[in-house]
């Protein structure tokens, strides 16, 4: 089973910011690029943000200049800072490997952790 815990969610205003935080194994965090997904119930899943083991970072076009990725390797932690929130980040947001979507389906999803847009 794969070991990844997110946290760091609420409940925001629009134009309010959070801060994610993820966790994850050893193992998945020094081998893969790890990445940032959200998902709507009843909606399918979407990649949100990546980041290689070297830092280079990728962004869904919707969050662009509002979202920053980041990681911090001793920790084998990965961050989501999202700024200038919109009712349309309200999702759950889950921390992963970075992965193909066709891969998306079979993998084992941690918990996820809520992201609230609404005043």
């Known amino acids: 089973q794969v070991q990844i815990a997110e946290s760091g969610g609420g409940l925001v205003r629009p134009g309010g910011s959070l801060r994610l935080s993820c966790t994850a194994s050893?193992?998945?965090?020094?081998?893969?690029?790890m990445a940032w997904y959200r998902q709507v119930p009843g909606n399918q899943r979407e990649l949100v943000a990546t980041i290689t083991n070297s830092g280079n970072t990728d962004y869904a076009d919707s969050v662009k200049g509002r979202f920053t990725i980041s990681r911090d390797n001793a920790k084998n932690t990965v961050y989501l800072q999202i700024n200038s929130l919109e009712p349309e980040d309200t999702a759950i947001y889950f921390c992963h490997k970075y992965m193909a979507r066709n891969y998306w389906a079979q993998a084992s999803w941690g918990q996820g952790t809520q992201v609230t847009v609404s005043s």
């Open positions: 050893e193992t998945i965090f020094k081998t893969f690029a």
